[in-house]
T-cell receptor, first 118, second 111 residues
Framework: DTGVSQNPRHKITKRGQNVTFRCDPI?????LYWYRQTLGQGPEFLTY????????KSRLLSDRFSAERPKGSFSTLEIQRTEQGDSAMYLC????????????????FGAGSRLTVL | AQRVTQPEKLLSVFKGAPVELKCNYS??????LFWYVQYSRQRLQLLLRHISRESIKGFTADLNKGETSFHLKKPFAQEEDSAMYYC?????????????FGSGTRLQVQP
């Protein structure tokens, strides 16, 4: 297991196009998170899954954003009709959660997928 | 609502000097606090969390509920401590379970 893997690492697209990012978490981890980070800011929460269930979604998340984790393993984050304001680093993280264990917020992060919208 | 404030964008100290990275939070319930660190060209990673009450790489942090703070301290800074440090909070009861991060403080340790 090489940790959390994200693809592509860099994506340049034109405004209005759709983009999709993929995240492969640590295989034993049942939680998967998506964050967005812009220059000079900390990671901003977007959404998270426990297994295949999407348990929380940020109210700041536009309807143009959708995330899936169909089999409880890898996840995809799609941005439709991209805007220049979507330019950011998109971070994926995973963790393990089970009853009696306090490590759900011990996140292992991927290297991120950098999106540039022209 | 959950909020984490890191008032300093940059903290520059000399090697061997004490370090204190400030973190204040806003949360009405029982919080769980963390410090994450990102070294140059590396991924964001956990440094420490308050429930562990342990020292990692010489760093400690104490949760002060009265002052709603979780400052990160190290008595003698090393050049390898230079990195971006993020304070993060999770609401353990009715709040958001996923982590809310502060905007980060860049620690620069000069030789």
């Amino acid at each position: 297991d090489t940790g959390v893997s994200q693809n592509p690492r860099h994506k340049i697209t034109k405004r209005g196009q759709n983009v999709t990012f993929r995240c492969d978490p640590i295989s034993e981890h049942n939680r998967l998170y998506w964050y967005r980070q812009t220059l000079g800011q900390g990671p901003e929460f977007l959404t998270y899954f426990q297994n295949e269930a999407q348990l929380e979604k940020s109210r700041l998340l536009s309807d143009r954003f959708s995330a899936e984790r169909p089999k409880g393993s890898f996840s995809t984050l799609e941005i439709q009709r991209t805007e220049q304001g979507d330019s950011a680093m998109y971070l994926c993280a995973s963790s393990l959660e089970y009853a009696g264990y306090s490590g759900a917020n011990v996140l292992t992060f991927g290297a991120g997928s950098r999106l540039t919208v022209l | 609502a959950q909020r984490v404030t890191q008032p300093e964008k940059l903290l520059s100290v000399f090697k061997g000097a004490p370090v204190e990275l400030k973190c204040n939070y806003s949360y009405s319930g029982s919080p769980e606090l963390f410090w994450y660190v990102q070294y140059s060209r590396q991924r964001l990673q956990l440094l420490l969390r308050h429930i562990s009450r342990e020292s990692i790489k010489g760093f400690t942090a104490d949760l002060n509920k009265g002052e709603t703070s979780f400052h990160l301290k190290k008595p003698f800074a090393q050049e390898e401590d230079s990195a971006m440090y993020y304070c993060a909070l999770s609401g353990m009861d009715t709040g958001r379970r996923a982590l809310t991060f502060g905007s980060g403080t860049r620690l620069q340790v000069q030789p």
